[in-house]
Antibody
C-alpha cells in the first residue's frame, strides 16, 4: 500500500517561493504512475496544480503554469512542488496524490495535506 | 479552465437516495469517460469513491454509484447514512491534458 507524506514550511512570505516535498513509501516513484499536486484554499474547493512522471514529463494547470515547477528525485523516492511569486491567494492546504491513468485518470491515494500560509 | 458545476448543497433523510450532478462541457466531462468522485470529511484528505464514471474502488460501499449523460455526470448515494455527510467533488480529464475539479457539494443528512 503506497503512502504519501507532504512536508515543507508552513509559512511563506508574499513574493517568495513555496517549496514542498512529497515522500513516497511502500512503492517506487519509478512505477507507472503520475505524481500530482492538488491544493485547497481554506473553505474552498480543490484545484489541480500539476503532475509529473518519473521520466520528468510534466503537465501543469494553465492558470499556474508560469509559476509552478514539479520535479522528481528518484534517489530519495520523492517529488517536489515549487510555486514562485506567492500571494495571499496561494494560502491553501496542499495535497500530493497518485494520479492513475491506465484508462482514465483518478487521484488515489492522497497524502494527509499540509497547510501553507502566505503572509508577512 | 473553469471549475465543473456542482450544486452547493444537497440534503436527504437517512435511508433516502440523493443525486449530485457535475456539469462540464464537451471538452471535459462530455468528451471522456474519465470522471471521478471524491468524498471529503472536515479536516481530512479527499477519498476516491468512483473512477471512470461508474467504477467503485475496492472497499467503497455499493451504495455509491456513478453515471454520465452528455456533459453531466452524477453521483448517487442510496440508503443515505449519517456517515455520508461530507463534501463531494467531481473531477474530469480535459482536452488540454489537464484535470479540473468541481466546486464541491455539501451533503447533509437530516
Amino acid at each position: 500500500q503506497v503512502q504519501l507524506q507532504e512536508s515543507g514550511p508552513g509559512l511563506v512570505k508574499p513574493s517568495g517561493t513555496l517549496s514542498l516535498t512529497c515522500a513516497v513509501s511502500g512503492g517506487s516513484i519509478s512505477s507507472s504512475n503520475w505524481w500530482s499536486w492538488v491544493r485547497q484554499p481554506p473553505g474552498k474547493g480543490l484545484e489541480w496544480i500539476g503532475e509529473i512522471y518519473h521520466s520528468g514529463s510534466t503537465n501543469y494547470n494553465p492558470s499556474l503554469k508560469s509559476r509552478v515547477t514539479i520535479s522528481v528525485d528518484k534517489s530519495k523516492n520523492q517529488f517536489s512542488l515549487k510555486l514562485s511569486s506567492v500571494t495571499a491567494a496561494d494560502t491553501a492546504v496542499y495535497y500530493c496524490a497518485i494520479l492513475t491513468v491506465t484508462t482514465g485518470g483518478w487521484f488515489d491515494p492522497w497524502g494527509q495535506g499540509t497547510l501553507v500560509t502566505a503572509s508577512s | 479552465q473553469s471549475a465543473l458545476t456542482q450544486p452547493a448543497s444537497v440534503s436527504g433523510s437517512p435511508g433516502q437516495s440523493i443525486t449530485i450532478s457535475c456539469t462540464g462541457t464537451s471538452s471535459d466531462v462530455g468528451g471522456y469517460n474519465y470522471v471521478s468522485w471524491y468524498q471529503q470529511h472536515p479536516g481530512k484528505a479527499p477519498k476516491l469513491m468512483i473512477f471512470d464514471v461508474s467504477n467503485r474502488p475496492s472497499g467503497v460501499s455499493n451504495r455509491f454509484s456513478g453515471s454520465k449523460s452528455g456533459n453531466t455526470a452524477s453521483l448517487t448515494i442510496s440508503g443515505l447514512q449519517a456517515e455520508d455527510e461530507a463534501d463531494y467533488y467531481c473531477s474530469s480529464y480535459t482536452t488540454s491534458s489537464t484535470y479540473v475539479f468541481g466546486a464541491g457539494t455539501k451533503v447533509t443528512v437530516l
